[in-house]
């Protein structure tokens, strides 16, 4: 065991000491919280760098994506097609827009969606697809788009894990009709709850600015929630994590005093009362801090990325195939092992918090896949990658020398 403090691959990677600092000048202000032009500026600037017509901020990738489906004069019951291996945050807004999940089976190789059986599951009531880049590793967007095409369905990217990565030269989120960013606690940039619709479809931008028009900012107490967390997260919960810090950070969240990334609702299909929201003020601003970090936090990831990938391609451990026209952001690490779980729960007792996406077809684990219209065994490949896959840390807060010990400790029983 290293001390108390775990090498973790979430609880707010991506905050450093300025984040810290900012959040904490946020909560002493909350004549802030709400009211300014902070939100706008973030639209505009994240429009901008991603070369995109118009973005518009929410507080959830979830919120983002359901005022997209509601945007797409879509009628109830028709089908959106998307992956499976994937968090229950995706196929939530659809069922909440009435519409019908199709799960389609992803790919061992890159853990994205695979176009032969996305070709199978097509049928007449098909009207969009959504299309996720697994841990920040673009799918194959020529042939998905391709076939969209060809079915003349709407084509919506999932970039909740890849800002910044690019296909064949051009950034991901500029591929379809829409696209949606997350800037959730664990993600490629963070203001603990957030996320960003984007088009350069007019017609669909239209709608999509109506839709947020309507929605209110969130509560009070919910802005709260979010400030106090990098707060609490570094100064004590991980600490004192290996004493403590665990059980505290369970008592908060019970106490509602802490938010969970994941409500207990959404595990059951259901849509907590604080989604569909705009991104409040805030957040907005921790937003646009980090986002001025995105090359330094992404070259960041590439190059322990390089690192783990030159020791362990001499293991047993299977890497994530690589493409030429792909250019990956690695928001996780992932490798493949028979003894994935086995290899997890080692590594937590010895307070190395490596990450467990997914450990289901449909992310968290005790989410009941009836209630959200999975079938199991519809998608054998999602679900045996599920009890191989592991994954590694790559976030701004560790470094070289911690992700060598990582490597050292998995490497000490499985060579």
Known sequence: ML??????????????????????????????????TERQKLEHVFAERLGVKHAFAFNSGRSSLLAILNALDLKEGDEVLLQAFTCNAVPNPVLWARLKPVYVDCSKEDFNIDVQDLQKKITMRSKAV??????GMPADME??????????????????????????????????????????RDKVISCVYGGMAVTSN????????????????????????????????????????????????????????????????EKRGQKPGYFPRVLPEALAILAIYQLGKLEKFNNHRKDLAALYAAVFKRSSFQLPQEFPDRQPMFLRFVLQHPKAHEIIRR??????????????????GDTKLEKIGYQKGSCPVAERLAKTTLNLPTHINISQREAKT???????DIP
């Open 143 to 184: 042939k998905i788009a391709a076939l969209c095409r060809k079915h003349n369905l709407l084509l919506i990217e999932d970039c909740a894990h890849a800002l910044g990565a690019t296909f064949q030269g051009k950034q991901v989120g500029t591929f379809g009709d829409a696209a949606f960013f997350s800037f959730s």
């Open 406 to 412: 990582v490597i050292n400790f998995l490497l000490q």
């Open 347 to 364: 590594c937590w007792s010895h307070n190395f918090l490596i990450g467990d996406w997914y450990t289901t077809p449909i992310a968290p």
């Open 130 to 135: 959504i299309v996720q880049h697994t841990f």
């Open 3 to 36: 001390g108390m403090k775990p090498i973790s691959i979430s609880l707010s990677p991506n905050t450093e000491h300025d984040d810290i600092s900012l959040a904490f000048k946020l909560l002493v202000q909350p004549w802030r919280w709400k009211k300014g």
């Open 202 to 265: 007019d017609e669909i931008a239209a709608r999509i600015k109506a839709f947020h028009r309507q929605v209110e900012n969130p509560s009070f107490f919910w802005v709260f929630q979010q400030l106090l967390h990098p707060l609490l997260m570094n100064w004590i919960i991980l600490p004192t994590y290996s004493i403590f810090g665990k059980y505290l950070l369970i008592f908060l969240q019970q106490a509602h005093i802490l938010s969970k990334a994941v409500h207990w609702k």
